[in-house]
T-cell receptor, first 114, second 110 residues
Framework: DTGVSQDPRHKITKRGQNVTFRCDPISEHNRLYWYRQTLGQGPEFLTYFQNEAQLEKSRLLSDRFSAERPKGSFSTLEIQRTEQGDSAMYLC????????????FGQGTRLTVV | DQQVKQNSPSLSVQEGRISILNCDYTNSMFDYFLWYKKYPAEGPTFLISISSIKDKNEDGRFTVFLNKSAKHLSLHIVPSQPGDSAVYFCAASGGYKLSFGAGTTVTVRA
């Protein structure tokens, strides 16, 4: 399967713990995005990488959130000191730099903070 | 601020009939528009897109119409099939990131 892959699919964690999610984009895509979706809402943009460079971070991304994309391949999103408000679906997407802006999404990581 | 709005949270349509989903946007800088389909517990799946230089794009049963002066786009699904039951998101882009509406849940009745 050459689609966007996310791991884990589900994560339950206690408040205050740190969590890390991984995203493997489509191999030829050099743009990678993280979005967050809560119940009843559409996905909200969190951050964007072109190759290994993080070019934009949303104001939704507090200091507890950090994302990396070493070597321009896979990406990780870490949330430190999780809060109940962090409970959401975290979606990764990738696209090519040229042409249209169709982004292809992974299946997401469902985070539940208890 | 919600720059993309889908004002109908749900739509019920009979199998074989047309489904029409609507979307409005406020940002004049948006130049590319997309529709995504989402099943529960899965990520959004790209469906169809349209550039601001066009007013219509067709792909099989799916047609997207863009009215730039009204800042309005719509998705037509003809004929509707049971497998079309899902949440549909409208999205808009002015560069690389997407702004999404809140979604419309479509239910196709047999």
């Amino acid at each position: 399967d050459t689609g966007v892959s996310q791991d884990p699919r589900h994560k339950i964690t206690k408040r205050g713990q740190n969590v890390t999610f991984r995203c493997d984009p489509i191999s030829e895509h050099n743009r990678l995005y993280w979005y967050r979706q809560t119940l009843g809402q559409g996905p909200e943009f969190l951050t964007y990488f072109q190759n290994e460079a993080q070019l934009e971070k949303s104001r939704l991304l507090s200091d507890r959130f950090s994302a990396e994309r070493p070597k321009g391949s896979f990406s990780t999103l870490e949330i430190q000191r999780t809060e109940q408000g962090d409970s959401a679906m975290y979606l990764c997407a990738s696209s090519v730099a040229a042409g249209g802006t169709e982004a292809f999404f992974g299946q997401g990581t469902r985070l539940t903070v208890v | 601020d919600q720059q993309v709005k889908q004002n109908s949270p749900s739509l019920s349509v009979q199998e074989g009939r047309i489904s029409i989903l609507n979307c409005d946007y406020t940002n004049s800088m948006f130049d590319y528009f997309l529709w995504y389909k989402k099943y529960p517990a899965e990520g959004p799946t790209f469906l169809i897109s349209i550039s601001s230089i066009k007013d219509k794009n067709e792909d099989g049963r799916f047609t997207v119409f863009l009215n730039k002066s009204a800042k309005h786009l719509s998705l037509h699904i003809v004929p509707s099939q049971p497998g079309d039951s899902a949440v549909y998101f409208c999205a808009a882009s002015g560069g690389y990131k997407l702004s999404f509406g809140a979604g419309t849940t479509v239910t196709v009745r047999a």
